[in-house]
């Protein structure tokens, strides 16, 4: 109950108006990890659009997820420069430590996902770990950082 | 001075979130002089005469992109996209953090040229710090009176919108990044209409590049023709050099000047293999071809020998199978296939037919479809088969 | 204006497309995400030259004094990969599809001479973990749906052409997600749940949106002797067939097709009892049984019709509704029904 009176009010800040969409799906995401199909009613009914729209829309951009994230989402970069570094084998790595496949959405706990390059190349390899970023990775450095995140 | 640094100038000298740090150093004084002595039309010949073209890659003359928007009526948009998420591509996101209000000078004095009373930044969506910097930018400009209403106090008036992306490479294409704002996928559209006639709600709409915008004001206060001379252009090193990171240099700086002076040479112990220049999407060059000017968006990944051509390729075409829209066969069949192809090369199983239907996917890529993407999905790949030799038999 | 395709000259409208002219002028240029209303450009199907450039005939508007090519080398190899792309995801499943013989692509296929597909591995080439991942891949998101009464949904045979996106009045379907993993569908992979209007069905190129129906049990009550079936086809319904059934059998006689599917009554409404079929098919198990003397239980009332939102309104006295796709699915079939080598 309480979830859904916060999606009402974060609708609240925007006017119905095509170019608020986007914006407000971000909101929402950053508010509860993912934009569930309650929410993207609300979306739907507030803006006045049919919910395979809001979907459409939601479903295509990274930074929103339409399905319920892990526990733990890590995030390898996996641009030219990183990979020229040592992206390959950091993935290699946390696939190992949890058993999982890189792009595989099956496991509840972990998941782990090749992203595309985000301009901080000259600090790279870049992970990102549930949103935090960590900056000049190493393959062996990888059990250090995750130990933390349990 | 023959080649001022027109950009960088004033990197880490001021603080970005001070706008008093700016006019300290002659800021906006491009924009009281269009005020106070000149008029669109002036500002547009000036644009006109300076030569100015796209520095997103695409290389579009800016005043003819102008003046298209600025001869028509009624409501317009200024866009400034700052996107920029071609792989080892940062300038953007850098001029936006380290002078702020060169990028805000340009907007304003570009959308007062073409008559656009709104304009977007439309921001990459990682681009949190850039964001934060921007907004506070725009406010202490408000203060200022350099935007809003009654702009120094003349007639002109202008409202700037951060709008933040959702992560998605393709919206860096200008009808895609149009989708976006009008909440939809960021699919591109079909031209014509080009956005110049029938852009963002379907009004005449002017999108720039970042680094473009950034060069408006220093066009505006030394004239065009000075411009037409001393250009320059930012490039990205990365990858096997010394020095890492943007550096401002003439255009025309050609790939080797740019490895050896920007970016210092070759880490120590590395030898040279190949450079991709423009990003995921860039070609590939070899050494002997360095001597040509750099072209594109000015990115430089610089390959030693030491590397994985394998994970190169596939880093490629990974990002191409995870960055196509999905809305055109060949790019959304042809980038998955060629990424599976990839993954079969490197794990050394690769077959004729494979090889075969490398070519067919790179061929249809390059000639079939919907928006320029598919090209450019195929062009490091391409470089790799006919430079590198990367499917022929004595590969190594 | 006149414009020039294949040497010769043709007179051509402002605001005109390509692919219009030529439709008008009899040259034929093969599509898949285009129908009547929409020209999407997404299935690079179309594709003729200019300049020797290709552009997609579909939506590209014609200019004055235009040059084009409607066949060439080029053109057929950009049409041949393009389908054989779509086709790596399809093949292998035509003997036993719902369209078979009535699928765009099929005919596509065997139009540029698409057999086998070289995009995707045989499977004698690949190693179990490599099967293991393309399986996962090519499955991951294929969504299947039979829930809904009326219309069944398989994104296996999806090729993403958009004609259901734009048709729908009732915007229930999207295009989602991004690059290799794109579904059309509904939000959220709901249920499908609208009036049921059934223009998605029409237009689905392949066999991703077809009508819902229990197919084993209707070919067992047309075959079953003790059933006395009874067909009411709706007024249009004959001209639909008819189209439909233009490959699969020369047969045009409708009466004798429908005997021939095991019908033994047929009524055809006509204009004065256009929205009467309720009315009509009432009365098959109840008046007109009991004038003829037929148990109501040894009646089966079918209702031929595109209208099939009828398919959620069956009762005790409507057991099937057919489209006309599916009369001829029944006639494309009989044969194999006959041969035994349909299950009945």
Redesign the interface.
């Given at each position: 109950m309480q979830k859904s009176s916060t999606t009402s009010k974060i609708l609240l800040d925007f006017d119905p108006e095509a170019a608020n969409l986007l914006p407000a799906l971000k909101k929402i995401n950053v508010a509860f990890r993912y934009i569930s199909?309650v929410d993207?009613e609300k979306v739907a009914e507030y803006f006045e659009l049919?919910?395979?729209?809001?979907?459409?829309t939601a479903?295509?951009y990274d930074l929103l997820e339409?399905k319920k994230p892990a526990i733990l989402e890590i995030e390898v970069c996996s641009g030219g420069d990183c990979t020229l570094g040592e992206s390959a084998g950091i993935i290699k790595e946390i696939e190992n430590r949890y058993r999982i496949k890189t792009g595989d959405?099956f496991n509840p706990k972990v998941r782990l996902k090749k992203i595309s390059c985000l301009g901080r190349c000259s600090e790279g390899p870049i992970m990102i770990v549930n949103g935090k970023v960590y900056e000049k990775m190493t393959a062996s450095g990888v059990h250090k950082i995750l130990g933390e995140w349990g | 001075m023959r080649n001022p640094k027109i950009i960088t100038e004033h990197w880490g000298k001021i603080d970005p979130l001070k706008i008093e740090d700016y006019l300290n150093v002659g800021g906006y004084a491009a924009l009281k002089k269009f005020i106070a002595k000149m008029d669109p039309q002036k500002a547009l010949d000036e644009v006109k005469i300076s030569g100015l073209s796209g520095k997103g890659g695409a290389g579009f003359l800016t005043g003819a992109k102008w003046e298209i928007v600025a001869k028509q009526k009624g409501e317009k948009y200024f866009i400034c996209n700052l996107d920029e998420s071609e792989p080892g591509t940062y300038k953007d996101r850098l001029i936006a953090e380290n002078n702020p209000q060169i990028l805000l000078e340009g907007i304003i004095l570009a959308a007062l040229t073409v008559g656009a009373k709104k304009s977007y930044i439309y921001l990459n969506g990682n681009f949190e710090k850039a964001r934060e910097i921007l907004e506070r930018a725009i406010e202490q400009a408000k203060e200022n009176k350099f935007l809003g209403s009654k702009i120094l106090g003349s007639k002109y008036l202008l409202e700037i919108e951060i709008f933040s992306g959702a992560g998605?490479y393709i919206c860096g294409e200008e009808t895609a990044l149009i989708n976006s704002i009008e909440g939809n996928?960021g699919e591109p559209k079909?031209r014509p209409p080009y956005p110049t006639e029938a852009g963002l709600f379907g009004k005449p709409t002017v999108v720039n590049n970042a680094e473009t915008i950034a060069n408006v004001p220093w066009i505006i206060q030394n004239g065009g023709g000075r411009y037409s001379e001393c250009a320059t252009k930012l490039f990205v090193l990365g990858g096997a050099v010394k020095k890492r990171g943007v550096a401002e240099a003439p255009i025309g700086t050609t790939m080797k000047k740019a490895i050896e002076e920007l970016g210092g040479g070759m880490q120590r112990g590395k030898d040279f293999w190949f450079a991709q220049v423009g990003g995921a999407a860039g070609r590939l060059y070899l050494e002997k071809e360095l001597d040509a000017p750099i072209t594109g968006s000015g990115a430089i990944l610089v390959v030693d020998k030491t590397a994985n051509l394998y994970d190169l390729l596939l880093s490629w075409t990974g990002f191409?199978?995870?960055?196509?829209?999905?809305?055109?066969?060949?790019c959304?069949?042809?980038?998955?296939?060629l990424n599976?192809?990839v993954e079969?090369l490197a794990d050394g199983?690769i077959?004729d037919?494979?090889k075969?239907?490398m070519l067919?996917?790179l061929?249809?890529l390059e000639?079939?479809?919907?928006c320029p993407l598919g090209k450019f999905a195929a062009t490091a790949v391409r470089d790799a088969v006919d430079k590198l030799g990367v499917v022929s038999t004595n590969y190594e | 204006m006149k414009i020039i395709i294949n040497n010769k000259k043709y007179t051509a409208k402002v605001g005109e497309t390509i692919f219009q002219v030529c439709m008008r002028s009899g040259i034929k240029i093969p599509t898949l995400c285009g129908a009547k209303y929409f020209h999407e450009?997404?299935?690079?199907?179309c594709?003729v030259e200019s300049g020797g450039r290709?552009i997609t005939s579909c939506?590209t508007k014609v200019a004055k004094d235009m040059e084009i090519v409607t066949e060439s080398e080029?053109i057929s190899?950009?049409r041949r990969?393009?389908l054989?792309?779509?086709w790596?995801?399809h093949a292998g499943k035509c003997a036993t599809c719902k369209k078979n013989r009535m699928c765009n692509l099929q005919k596509l296929a065997e139009e540029y001479k698409i057999e086998n597909f070289?995009?995707?591995?045989r499977k004698g080439?690949m190693?179990n973990s490599?099967e293991q991942k393309?399986l996962r891949?090519n499955w991951?998101r294929v969504v299947v749906e039979n829930e809904n009464p009326c219309i069944s949904r398989n994104s296996e045979f999806c090729?993403?052409c958009r004609r259901c996106?734009s048709v729908c009045p009732?915007?229930?379907?999207?295009?989602?997600?991004?690059?290799?993993?794109?579904v059309v569908g509904?939000?959220?992979e709901?249920v499908l749940d609208c009036s049921f209007c059934g223009k998605c069905v029409e237009v689905c190129p392949v066999a991703s949106l077809t009508d819902q129906n229990d197919y084993a049990k209707i070919i067992e009550d047309l075959d079953d002797l003790k059933r006395f079936s009874v067909a009411v086809v709706d007024l249009g319904t004959p001209e639909k067939i008819k189209e439909q059934l233009k490959n699969i059998t020369p047969e045009q006689n409708l009466e004798k097709i429908f005997l021939e599917l095991g019908f033994e009554k047929i009524i055809n409404l006509g204009e004065k009892e256009q929205n009467r079929e309720d009315e009509i098919i009432e009365n098959i198990k109840t008046d007109y049984a009991r004038k003829e003397k037929i148990d109501p239980k040894n009646i089966r009332t079918f209702f031929v019709s595109s209208k099939i939102y009828k398919k959620a309104k069956k009762s005790e006295y409507l057991d099937y509704v057919l489209s006309e796709r599916e009369v001829a699915r029944l006639v494309r079939d009989k044969g194999k029904m006959v041969a035994g080598k349909i299950k009945r």
């Amino acid at each position: 109950m309480q979830k859904s009176s916060t999606t009402s009010k974060i609708l609240l800040d925007f006017d119905p108006e095509a170019a608020n969409l986007l914006p407000a799906l971000k909101k929402i995401n950053v508010a509860f990890r993912y934009i569930s199909e309650v929410d993207a009613e609300k979306v739907a009914e507030y803006f006045e659009l049919p919910l395979a729209k809001v979907y459409e829309t939601a479903s295509f951009y990274d930074l929103l997820e339409t399905k319920k994230p892990a526990i733990l989402e890590i995030e390898v970069c996996s641009g030219g420069d990183c990979t020229l570094g040592e992206s390959a084998g950091i993935i290699k790595e946390i696939e190992n430590r949890y058993r999982i496949k890189t792009g595989d959405e099956f496991n509840p706990k972990v998941r782990l996902k090749k992203i595309s390059c985000l301009g901080r190349c000259s600090e790279g390899p870049i992970m990102i770990v549930n949103g935090k970023v960590y900056e000049k990775m190493t393959a062996s450095g990888v059990h250090k950082i995750l130990g933390e995140w349990g | 001075m023959r080649n001022p640094k027109i950009i960088t100038e004033h990197w880490g000298k001021i603080d970005p979130l001070k706008i008093e740090d700016y006019l300290n150093v002659g800021g906006y004084a491009a924009l009281k002089k269009f005020i106070a002595k000149m008029d669109p039309q002036k500002a547009l010949d000036e644009v006109k005469i300076s030569g100015l073209s796209g520095k997103g890659g695409a290389g579009f003359l800016t005043g003819a992109k102008w003046e298209i928007v600025a001869k028509q009526k009624g409501e317009k948009y200024f866009i400034c996209n700052l996107d920029e998420s071609e792989p080892g591509t940062y300038k953007d996101r850098l001029i936006a953090e380290n002078n702020p209000q060169i990028l805000l000078e340009g907007i304003i004095l570009a959308a007062l040229t073409v008559g656009a009373k709104k304009s977007y930044i439309y921001l990459n969506g990682n681009f949190e710090k850039a964001r934060e910097i921007l907004e506070r930018a725009i406010e202490q400009a408000k203060e200022n009176k350099f935007l809003g209403s009654k702009i120094l106090g003349s007639k002109y008036l202008l409202e700037i919108e951060i709008f933040s992306g959702a992560g998605a490479y393709i919206c860096g294409e200008e009808t895609a990044l149009i989708n976006s704002i009008e909440g939809n996928r960021g699919e591109p559209k079909i031209r014509p209409p080009y956005p110049t006639e029938a852009g963002l709600f379907g009004k005449p709409t002017v999108v720039n590049n970042a680094e473009t915008i950034a060069n408006v004001p220093w066009i505006i206060q030394n004239g065009g023709g000075r411009y037409s001379e001393c250009a320059t252009k930012l490039f990205v090193l990365g990858g096997a050099v010394k020095k890492r990171g943007v550096a401002e240099a003439p255009i025309g700086t050609t790939m080797k000047k740019a490895i050896e002076e920007l970016g210092g040479g070759m880490q120590r112990g590395k030898d040279f293999w190949f450079a991709q220049v423009g990003g995921a999407a860039g070609r590939l060059y070899l050494e002997k071809e360095l001597d040509a000017p750099i072209t594109g968006s000015g990115a430089i990944l610089v390959v030693d020998k030491t590397a994985n051509l394998y994970d190169l390729l596939l880093s490629w075409t990974g990002f191409f199978r995870r960055e196509s829209c999905g809305k055109c066969v060949p790019c959304r069949e042809g980038t998955f296939r060629l990424n599976e192809i990839v993954e079969r090369l490197a794990d050394g199983e690769i077959s004729d037919r494979d090889k075969e239907a490398m070519l067919d996917i790179l061929w249809t890529l390059e000639n079939t479809t919907f928006c320029p993407l598919g090209k450019f999905a195929a062009t490091a790949v391409r470089d790799a088969v006919d430079k590198l030799g990367v499917v022929s038999t004595n590969y190594e | 204006m006149k414009i020039i395709i294949n040497n010769k000259k043709y007179t051509a409208k402002v605001g005109e497309t390509i692919f219009q002219v030529c439709m008008r002028s009899g040259i034929k240029i093969p599509t898949l995400c285009g129908a009547k209303y929409f020209h999407e450009g997404l299935c690079r199907v179309c594709v003729v030259e200019s300049g020797g450039r290709l552009i997609t005939s579909c939506n590209t508007k014609v200019a004055k004094d235009m040059e084009i090519v409607t066949e060439s080398e080029k053109i057929s190899k950009a049409r041949r990969i393009n389908l054989e792309l779509l086709w790596a995801d399809h093949a292998g499943k035509c003997a036993t599809c719902k369209k078979n013989r009535m699928c765009n692509l099929q005919k596509l296929a065997e139009e540029y001479k698409i057999e086998n597909f070289h995009f995707v591995p045989r499977k004698g080439e690949m190693t179990n973990s490599e099967e293991q991942k393309l399986l996962r891949d090519n499955w991951s998101r294929v969504v299947v749906e039979n829930e809904n009464p009326c219309i069944s949904r398989n994104s296996e045979f999806c090729v993403e052409c958009r004609r259901c996106v734009s048709v729908c009045p009732e915007h229930k379907f999207g295009f989602n997600h991004r690059a290799g993993d794109v579904v059309v569908g509904t939000a959220y992979e709901k249920v499908l749940d609208c009036s049921f209007c059934g223009k998605c069905v029409e237009v689905c190129p392949v066999a991703s949106l077809t009508d819902q129906n229990d197919y084993a049990k209707i070919i067992e009550d047309l075959d079953d002797l003790k059933r006395f079936s009874v067909a009411v086809v709706d007024l249009g319904t004959p001209e639909k067939i008819k189209e439909q059934l233009k490959n699969i059998t020369p047969e045009q006689n409708l009466e004798k097709i429908f005997l021939e599917l095991g019908f033994e009554k047929i009524i055809n409404l006509g204009e004065k009892e256009q929205n009467r079929e309720d009315e009509i098919i009432e009365n098959i198990k109840t008046d007109y049984a009991r004038k003829e003397k037929i148990d109501p239980k040894n009646i089966r009332t079918f209702f031929v019709s595109s209208k099939i939102y009828k398919k959620a309104k069956k009762s005790e006295y409507l057991d099937y509704v057919l489209s006309e796709r599916e009369v001829a699915r029944l006639v494309r079939d009989k044969g194999k029904m006959v041969a035994g080598k349909i299950k009945r």
